[in-house]
């Protein structure tokens, strides 16, 4: 009789050890969106080392689903004399107008995703963002707001 309750509160542990390990991991990456906010910019940072910017659709462990898409394209910039070293300038790029013309959705394999940061409105990532849909792509070759870097 003693041994039977002995087992009861060993399955009884096990069980909530285990329902508590897949509530703790968000289903080992089955459940979707785990941790996102569809109002809230995210970064996306892949294994190839490339960082995108944009809104998660969706996320599951399949794919990962981007819209809204940005991403950072850095600038020599020569100094104008010898004995000071090259700047960084960031130009934050909207995906679509580069000249084979993605469509502002992406697919990404999400074992490509190392990690996603959500951004903070207040950040320079997304402040950036804003200015450029409120005033719309300049005059400029690139089309998009820099984004000042301290290095």
Do not use: C, R
């Not at 200015?131 to 089309?143: D, F, V």
């Amino acid at each position: 009789m003693n041994n039977k309750v002995v087992l009861y509160v060993l399955y009884a542990i096990i069980i909530i050890a285990l329902g508590y390990l897949v509530y703790a991991t968000k289903g080992f990456g089955i459940w979707k969106n785990a941790g996102t906010n569809k109002d809230q910019y995210q970064a996306i940072f892949l294994t190839n080392g490339q960082v995108y910017f944009g809104k998660v659709d969706s996320m599951d462990a399949k794919k990962t689903t981007l819209s809204d898409i940005y991403y950072l394209q850095v600038q020599q910039v020569q100094p104008a004399t010898e004995s000071t070293t090259a700047e960084q300038k960031l130009t934050l790029i909207k995906l679509g107008n580069e000249l084979h013309g993605p469509e502002d959705k992406m697919y990404i394999n999400s074992d490509q995703v190392l990690f996603y940061e959500n951004l903070k409105d207040e950040g320079k990532v997304v402040q950036a963002i804003k200015k450029y849909q409120a005033e719309g792509p300049s005059a400029e070759t690139s089309a998009q707001p820099t984004v000042e870097a301290t290095q």
